[in-house]
């Protein structure tokens, strides 16, 4: 008991966001392991869908997504869950808007109200408060419960000095005006120059919307933190990391899933359920394969979905492509794909709602990865040696399709004008695929994963960060 006291505790809590949720559970195992308390949070939610998706168990309510983890190394991971606002039942992607203005206005009274009741009741003590750098909230909650205040930013470190310097960006016309100047962005600190075509898509906005002022109010509130770690790689992104070190302690720590060696450690965190496509691939050549995913977020066009499909076929080329239900929004109809497409594609193709990311890409059938440029994808692409199709459709995609694609050299620009043509998509399949630029592609992800490998070695940036950052947390507890 005396021990257990004197163990660090912290709470964390991710959007409840796929791209999120998955880098959290990695870092709570990392934390775990090094002698931390865990309370981890999802939504509600959350915890329905993962549950409804990951297991057939009668009483879902008590469900824990870390019974393996515990029960194999011992670690101290406890699992709760805390109301978004809304009941089960609302559709939160029909209502966005509402569901965004929820998360902007409600959300922080449950989070509040559930941290004070864990802080009455909990032993050890709980000490810090670790929670994503979208949320709004975690310097009041912080500041209330006196806890250390850390955030985690799950994106790459570009996209995070952009936000950070969200009002640079305003002060110059660059953002938020109907005519943004349209001239490159020279002045933020870390950046040596970025175009209007690669800033994320929130910062090319005319205008405000709810998401845009949630991530403003969350810039505003991350000034605050005590700590930041990012799930991002030294070496790959030097200048804007050393540039944010002069503003606030910034911890790069990843790739978080490959960080002590935890890959193995099977957690539910799937949204979906997932098809096994291990079969299918089995019989396939080596390197022939093309993956397609959108991620979790990303709505296309009924449009371009019918353009990619026709593309595929074009190309010749073995191709899983992950369509989620959701994937094209609401107002297009249910029948996304050219009529006869599956009948057509017959061996060649193999279409699944959902599967697990990485055992498909680990698999060496697969050579080629058309990606919507998430970054636990991009991370996971380069871990495996898979170049990149890029296509980006919203969010930080539009800047991590630069830093994939400009600056590693590990991927190709999936359209080069605005609309999507089956021709074109065709032709880069075959450029990702084979011939001199994909051998080039392959020699250059080669070298990019030996960055990532030597980051998460026992020596490596991301192993020592995140040992600096354990000590500096403790040195701020004691
Ligand atoms: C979101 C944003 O869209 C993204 O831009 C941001 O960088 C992170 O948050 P998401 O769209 O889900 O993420 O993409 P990504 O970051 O790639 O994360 C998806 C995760 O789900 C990956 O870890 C991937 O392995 C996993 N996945 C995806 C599956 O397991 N199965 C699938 O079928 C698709």
């Known amino acids: 008991m005396e021990d257990n006291q004197e163990k660090p505790h912290a709470i964390l809590m991710p959007c409840p966001l796929q791209g999120h949720i998955i880098p959290f559970v990695h870092l709570a195992i990392n934390l775990a392991s090094k002698g931390f308390t865990i309370t981890f949070i999802n939504t509600e939610f959350t915890h329905y869908r993962i549950t409804k998706a990951t297991t057939s168990a009668n009483n879902q309510e008590y469900y824990d997504i870390f019974t393996e983890a515990r029960t194999q190394f011992g670690f101290d991971i406890r699992y709760r869950i805390v109301s978004d606002g809304f009941p089960l039942v609302f559709d939160r992607a029909v209502n966005r808007e509402q569901f965004l203005k929820g998360m902007l206005y409600i959300f922080s009274a449950h989070v509040d109200d559930l941290v004070g009741k864990l802080e009455q009741n909990t032993k050890p003590k709980i000490t810090c408060l670790l929670a994503d750098t979208f949320y709004v909230w975690p310097s009041m909650v912080a500041k209330k419960y006196n806890l250390v205040n850390i955030s985690f930013w799950t994106e790459p470190a570009l996209d995070f000095s952009l936000y950070y310097h969200w009002d640079l960006l305003k002060i110059n016309g660059h953002f938020g005006y109907y005519d943004n100047r349209e001239d490159t962005r020279k002045y933020i600190p870390g950046v040596e120059a970025i175009e209007p075509k690669d800033l994320p898509s929130y910062l090319q906005d005319t205008q405000t919307t709810t998401m845009n002022k949630m991530i ?181 995609q539009i800047t991590n399709r630069k830093l994939v694609v400009d600056d590693w050299k590990v991927g190709l620009n999936f359209c080069d004008k605005k609309e999507i043509r089956r021709d074109e998509v065709s032709e880069k399949i075959n450029r990702l695929m084979s011939g001199k630029s994909a051998t080039d592609l392959r020699n250059n992800i080669k070298q990019v994963k030996k960055t990532l490998q030597d980051a998460v070695s026992t020596i490596g940036s991301s192993e020592r960060n995140f040992n600096k950052f354990i000590g500096d947390v403790k040195a701020k507890i004691s």
């Open 216 to 396: 403003y109010k969350g810039y505003e509130n991350v000034k605050e933190a005590d700590f930041i770690i990012c799930n991002t790689i030294q070496e790959l992104e030097p200048k804007p990391i050393s540039a944010l070190n002069e503003k606030q302690p910034f911890y790069s720590i990843g790739p978080i899933f490959l960080l002590n060696g935890f890959t193995n450690i099977s957690i539910p965190t799937s949204l979906w359920s997932e098809s096994d496509c291990t079969q299918w691939l089995q019989p396939k050549p080596h390197g022939s394969v093309l993956y397609v995913s959108f991620g979790s977020v990303a709505h296309c066009s009924k449009k371009d979905i019918i353009e990619i499909a026709h593309g595929l076929l074009l190309s010749k080329v073995s191709f899983i492509w992950v369509l989620r239900n959701d994937i094209v929004s609401s107002d297009d109809d249910d029948d996304i794909l050219p009529v006869g497409f599956e009948d057509e594609i017959r061996d060649k193709g193999l279409i699944v709602p959902w599967c697990c990311q990485i055992s498909v890409i680990s698999n060496p059938t697969v050579g080629g990865f058309l990606t919507h440029c998430g970054w636990n994808s991009v991370l996971e692409s380069i871990w495996y040696s898979v170049p990149m199709l890029c296509y980006p459709i919203f969010t930080d």
